[in-house]
C-alpha cells in the first residue's frame, strides 16, 4: 500500500471518454485531497458528479495553458502549508500535450513531492490497437510528436521531419483541424497510419490505412470528421535509396520546388535520391497544395 503523505502534489489521469476507466486510485486521491486543481472547473465538477463526488467550487482551481505560470505559484503556496493537491486536465494524462508540465517543473524546483496517478492516456491507448512492429519483427520504439502546427508552411516542414523518422509516430489532432492535417500527411505516400478517432466512447473508430488515403477516408464519412484523434504513423520498413519515401528525395524535393516548376523539381529530386519519381510527384502536388511553393 502506498501512503499519501501531506504537501503532496498529486498529477491524477482520467478517461479520455468511457467514465469506467477512472482508477480506483484516482478516485481514491480525489477524495482524500484538501484541493484539486484542474484545466475547466466546469468540467471537472461534471466529471466529479458522476463519481458521486462533487466539490465546493473553494475546493477547485483553475490551471489552463493560459494562466499556468500564476497558478502554479498559487497551488505551492497551499502544498507549503501541507495541504494534498490533485492535478487533473480535461481528458487523460495531464502534462501530456495538456497543461501540468509547468506546474510539476515549479513542484520539483520547489522541493515538493509529485506523486503520478496513472491512467488512460490517448498515446498508449491508439498505439495499443495499432500494431506497430519494427523491421525484425520486434515491438517498435516510438516518438510521441503530439499536436503539429496550426500553420500551413509550418505543419509540412514538420511533417517533412516525420518523413525522416524511421520510428513509429503518436500524433494527436482536434476535429476542426483534422482534415487539414490528413492533406499534409498525404505527402507520406504508402507509409501506414493507424487512425484513431474517439477512442473509448461510443463512435469509436479504428482504422488503418496509407497515409496518402486518409484526406479520402475523412471524405467518404461525414461523421468521420468528428471527435478528438490520436494517430499512429507507422514505422518506415524499408529506409534505402529504393524506397520511395526516402528522406533524402523529400529533402531535395522541398528544396527545389520554390525554385524550379513541379516537373523539373520531381525529376532532379529523384535523380539526386534515387526515390521513385512518381511518387515524388505526388509528393510534390501535396507540398504545393499545402503550403510548401
Not at 503523505?5 to 477512472?22: E, R, S, W
Request: proline content about 4%; hydrophobic content about 45%.
Amino acid at each position: 500500500m502506498q501512503d499519501y503523505p501531506a504537501g503532496t502534489l498529486y498529477i491524477v489521469a482520467t478517461p479520455i471518454g468511457n467514465l469506467a476507466d477512472i482508477s480506483l486510485r484516482a478516485l481514491h486521491v480525489l477524495q482524500l485531497v484538501d484541493v484539486i486543481a484542474c484545466e475547466d472547473t466546469r468540467h471537472t465538477q461534471a466529471l466529479l458528479r458522476a463519481y458521486g463526488m462533487e466539490r465546493p467550487t473553494s475546493q477547485l482551481m483553475a490551471l489552463h495553458q493560459h494562466n499556468e505560470a500564476q497558478a502554479s505559484n498559487d497551488v505551492l503556496a497551499l502544498l507549503s502549508a501541507g495541504q494534498r493537491v490533485a492535478y487533473m486536465s480535461d481528458a487523460g494524462t495531464p502534462a501530456v500535450s495538456d497543461p501540468g508540465a509547468r506546474l510539476v517543473q515549479a513542484a520539483a524546483a520547489a522541493g515538493v513531492r509529485v506523486s503520478p496517478i496513472p491512467g488512460a492516456s490517448s498515446v498508449t491507448t491508439a498505439l495499443s490497437v495499432a500494431g506497430v512492429v519494427g523491421d525484425h519483427g520486434q515491438d517498435s520504439s516510438f516518438v510521441f510528436a503530439g499536436f503539429l502546427s496550426s500553420k500551413a508552411s509550418e505543419r509540412t516542414a514538420e511533417v517533412t521531419q516525420l518523413a525522416m523518422e524511421s520510428r513509429a509516430v503518436v500524433l494527436l489532432e482536434a476535429p476542426h483541424r483534422i482534415e487539414a492535417l490528413a492533406q499534409s500527411l498525404g505527402v507520406l505516400g504508402d507509409r501506414a497510419l493507424t487512425v484513431g478517432r474517439e477512442l473509448t466512447k461510443q463512435f469509436e473508430t479504428i482504422a488503418t490505412l496509407p497515409a496518402n488515403h486518409f484526406s479520402d477516408w475523412l471524405a467518404a464519412d461525414a461523421n468521420r470528421i468528428r471527435g478528438e484523434f490520436a494517430l499512429v504513423l507507422h514505422p518506415v520498413a524499408n529506409s534505402s535509396v529504393e524506397d520511395p519515401l526516402h528522406a533524402e528525395g523529400l529533402r531535395v524535393l522541398r528544396l527545389l520546388l520554390p525554385e524550379l516548376p513541379l516537373k523539373t523539381a520531381v525529376k532532379l529530386a529523384a535523380d539526386i535520391s534515387g526515390g521513385s519519381r512518381n511518387q515524388l510527384y505526388d509528393a510534390a502536388l501535396a507540398l504545393k497544395n499545402h503550403g510548401a511553393e
